[in-house]
């Protein structure tokens, strides 16, 4: 860890404070005022730094408060002891700091300008309005300040700066920059939380942090981002910054640490209530310091101001302080008119954690609600301390729901096994069979046993059974890849049933989105989106399947070429869940393949490469997702062994591939294949794709297996792509068809068409190898220039997506005598296979790969296989 911190995210300030002393902009220096902590020191310190160093000789006071109780205290350095008349004191401190060499001017810093005795800010002034002196001076924020030095700012001589606190995304940077490797996102967005920016109370907390052991480099793991830093475990402030903290809160009066203590325990909470519990004048003085805030809006909800505030009034309460004030909170809450989901969730916790007797339906309801704001974990812990109070069948309903967001199968399927056991209506066995049914599928991707419980459900004696097993019956086809069965099962559903469980229309909506996505009937999803939105708005008990319905949505979205309108839904579910521990994984591999699909490789492979250690390691279908989308990544930036690598890492993470993701997982071996050199290869995978999607009516996701195929320099995809236009909605099939009809026709013309198609849908990965391959053509008829032009767009397009590397752009911008063929051939012999290796793996005879060889050596001159190989590398 870097033993100096850097300074992170003030280039802005800098440039302002540089134009404000040297009179750029008109002003005669500048004043930075901002709460304690936020960096104002440093700030100034680094800006008289700056300054043309060489012409300007710099002056640095620091006001404190001893040294406010003397005269001129702050510049006691420059004050002459043997002049008696304080006005000659004050001209000899004034001559000494505006003195400069020949050649140079002199610059004054004033640190903490607000602590400044009387005289010592009328010396500021002075070299201010008399032009002597341009001088930088930093105010903390809500501390009253002498008059001489507010003037300053107010009458216009120096520009005022409010500096806030870092960003989270500049907190981030600063942290990365200090640990020397990339830092985990959750911890990331914690260290944040806690801090808000504050660089004084980031810098002790993650010393201690690290120190402690808590903050560390995870261990190295397959496919993903090697020494990333991840922090587990509650923060725990360092001595030395309960001391800073502690230096703001002691001197305060009792009645305003009261109200501290009460938002310690309970924040946020309505002004009203804040007040109840302590002192409304005591409210208001927490205020005027600058100590809370409050919020305008609703009932104005009162929070700290700060994180670290809470933490050290909790430190400093006792065990038995802190369960009253719970208690008082817990029953404020529970008096309180018009609650809200987040009232009913705090009032439990501080039932729970006061001592209190707690209602088992009480705590029920709360874990329902905790579900609904994507908190599994704490709808755990109520729901057991539910149970252990005596709570039945729904406590353990939650309770199962919650594990499997958790993705803690096992689990899952011992509690539903047990509650089997129990008295249970007809109804409650069939919710029990679903979230069997759910768990079996989607966690343990155990499809067949999935069947089977719902072949058993099916002779419970309930009204129409049948109709109510509908929605289950429809997911499990759409899982198993079996769209247009999934449809009809889903929409039979809704007629045969006049008021179906939540848990059928829930599934059966899901299998219509999958169904539709995967035929290709893109414009009915949105309606069904918008009642899956509903269902799960109404119910906190569905809400477990909001994530993955959302991916489901956005794949449709993705396949049929709405990429623009894939990446704003997926963005606006990854803002959503920004505070949600359990979903923050989910939702950044849908932004991520979001972003894949976009063509903006960097920050897909940033956010894929993340372990998303606050969610644990997830199981099921998400492996699967997360793993392809990554390994895309890789291979479509050129780096083929990190694919290769994160390939097996899969294979042996899911030994069972999801059935209905199989053209999907085809597709990604495909593209490793090709980053490898294996082109042919790679060819034939993603016919593989095509043909296994073609099986199963998955059409749209034939369309891109073909697509990707003339991606990779096949030229026979034309004729069956053009009858899939007929078939699959949206952009993406028609630039398909005319990208494989011009490949095959030789037409550069409409290569350069089938580009602009795919940059207007926003696809500009594909654009990019439509336009690559447009200028080989050019280049194959001898049209040189028009070659250079279409090459020049696919640059472009190349350094949109971060520097993307795919078989048809390294040969566009590569052009060489070589065949595609030779280069295939010479690129494996470079990795080191033999010629029987590349024999076997091109499916040819070894005479073959040496005849290959043989022509290229001819055609380059090069003898040697390495030599051969370094005519495949990436062009500068």
Not at 82 to 101: C, E, F, K, Q, Y
Not at 850 to 876: I, N, V
Request: charge should be negative; charged fraction near 20%.
């Amino acid at each position: 860890m870097a033993r100096v911190w850097p300074l992170v995210g003030r280039a802005e300030e800098l440039g302002l404070i540089n134009a404000a002393v040297t009179g750029a902009d008109g002003y005669r220096g500048v004043v930075i005022a901002g709460a304690a902590g936020v960096g104002k020191s440093r700030l100034a310190r680094r800006a008289l730094a700056n300054v043309h160093p060489g012409r300007w000789e710099s002056r640095w006071a620091r006001a404190t408060t001893s040294a406010r109780t003397l005269p001129l205290g702050a510049f006691a350095e420059w004050t002459d002891v043997g002049t008696a008349d304080a006005m000659s004191v004050v001209r000899g401190v004034i001559d000494h700091l505006s003195d400069h060499p020949v050649g140079a001017r002199a610059i004054v810093g004033v640190d903490d300008a607000h602590l400044l005795d009387d005289l010592s800010a009328f010396v500021v002034l002075q070299l201010v309005q008399r032009r002597l002196s341009p001088v930088v001076v930093t105010v903390r924020t809500g501390e009253p300040v002498p008059d001489a030095v507010s003037a300053l700012w107010k009458d216009g001589y120096l520009q005022r700066i409010e500096l806030q606190p870092l960003s989270e995304a500049e907190t981030a940077e600063l942290v990365t920059t200090v640990l020397g490797g990339p830092l985990d996102p959750a911890a990331a967005r914690r260290l944040w939380n806690v801090t808000r920016g504050n660089t004084l109370y980031l810098r002790h907390l993650v010393e201690q942090e690290v120190a402690s052991g808590r903050l560390t480099p995870s261990p190295e793991a397959p496919g993903l981002s090697a020494g990333v830093w991840v922090w587990d475990g509650p923060p725990t402030a360092s001595p030395g910054l309960a001391d800073l903290i502690g230096a703001q809160l002691d001197t305060l009066p009792p009645a305003v640490g009261a109200v501290l203590d009460v938002l310690a325990v309970g924040e946020p909470l309505p002004e009203q209530i804040l007040a109840d519990l302590t002192d409304v004048g005591a409210v208001e003085d927490a205020h005027a310091l600058g100590l809370i805030s409050v919020d305008q809006a609703g009932r104005h909800p009162v929070r700290l101001a700060h994180p670290l505030y809470g933490e050290d009034r909790r430190a400093r309460a006792t065990p038995l302080r802190l369960r009253r004030l719970r208690a008082d909170i817990a029953e404020a809450l529970g008096a309180m008119e018009n609650s809200d989901v987040r009232d009913l969730v705090r009032r439990a916790v501080l039932i729970l954690e006061s001592g209190l007797t707690a209602d088992p339906v009480l705590l029920t309801e709360a874990a329902t609600a905790a579900l609904g704001l994507f908190d599994p974990e704490l709808a755990v812990r109520l729901c057991k301390a539910a149970i252990t109070d005596g709570a039945g069948y729904d406590a353990h309903l939650i309770l199962t729901i919650a594990l499997t967001m958790l993705s803690r199968g096992e689990e899952v399927e011992q509690v539903l096994t047990q509650l089997l056991g129990r008295p249970l209506t007809d109804g409650q066995r069939i919710d029990v069979a679903y979230l069997r049914l759910a768990n079996l599928l989607w966690i343990l991707n155990r499809p067949e046993e999935a069947e089977a419980v719902l072949l058993e459900a099916s002779e419970v004696p309930a009204p129409n059974a049948h109709g109510v097993l509908a929605g289950g019956r429809a997911i499990i086809h759409a899982f198993n890849g079996n769209p247009r069965e999934a449809i009809e099962a889903a929409q039979c559903a809704a007629p045969r049933t006049p008021d179906p469980p939540e848990l059928s229309q829930m599934w059966a909506l899901g299998a219509l989105l999958i169904a539709l996505g995967d035929t290709g009937r893109t414009s009915e999803i949105a309606t069904i989106a918008a009642c899956a939105r509903d269902l799960m708005t109404a119910s906190p008990r569905v809400s477990i399947v909001r994530l993955p319905f959302h991916e489901f949505h956005i794949r449709g979205l993705r396949l049929a070429g709405y990429v623009r309108e894939a990446t704003d839904v997926a963005t606006r579910i990854y803002d959503e869940t920004s505070e949600a521990g359990w979903a923050q994984g989910l939702s950044s591999i849908i932004k991520g393949q979001a972003e894949l699909t976009a063509g903006h490789l960097g920050a897909a492979r940033k956010r894929l490469e993340q372990r998303f250690t606050s969610a644990g390691i997830p199981n099921g279908y998400i492996p699967t997702i997360w793993y392809c989308a990554l390994i895309q990544c890789q291979a479509m930036s050129g780096d083929g062994t990190s694919a290769a690598e994160t390939l097996r890492a899969l294979d042996t993470w899911c030994q069972t591939t999801v059935p209905y993701l199989k053209p999907e997982y085809l597709l990604t071996q495909a593209w490793v294949a090709a980053a490898t050199g294996a082109t042919t290869e790679a060819i034939a995978l993603a016919h593989r794709g095509a043909q296994c999607a073609a099986e199963q009516d998955q059409h749209a996701h034939e369309v891109i297996c073909l697509h990707t195929a003339t991606r990779f320099g096949d030229s026979t995809t034309a004729p069956r792509l053009r009858e899939l236009v007929e078939q699959v909605e949206g952009p993406r099939a028609p630039a398909a068809a005319l990208h494989a009809t011009a490949l095959d026709a030789g037409d550069a013309g409409g290569l350069l068409d089938a580009s602009g198609q795919f940059e207007d849908m926003g696809d500009l990965l594909s654009a990019m190898d439509a336009a690559a391959h447009a200028a080989t053509t050019h280049r194959r008829h001898a049209r040189n220039g028009s070659a250079l032009t279409a090459a020049a767009r696919a640059r472009r397009l190349a350094d949109a997506c971060d520097s993307a590397r795919t078989p048809a752009l390294t040969e566009a911008l590569q052009p060489s005598p070589l065949t595609a063929r030779q280069r295939e051939i010479i690129t494996l012999a470079a990795q080191g296979l033999s010629n029987k290796q590349i024999a076997e793996k091109l499916i040819v005879s070894v005479r073959t790969v040496e005849g290959h060889l043989y022509r290229a050596s001819r055609k380059t001159g090069l003898t040697g296989r390495d030599d051969l190989g370094g005519l495949t590398d990436d062009p500068p």
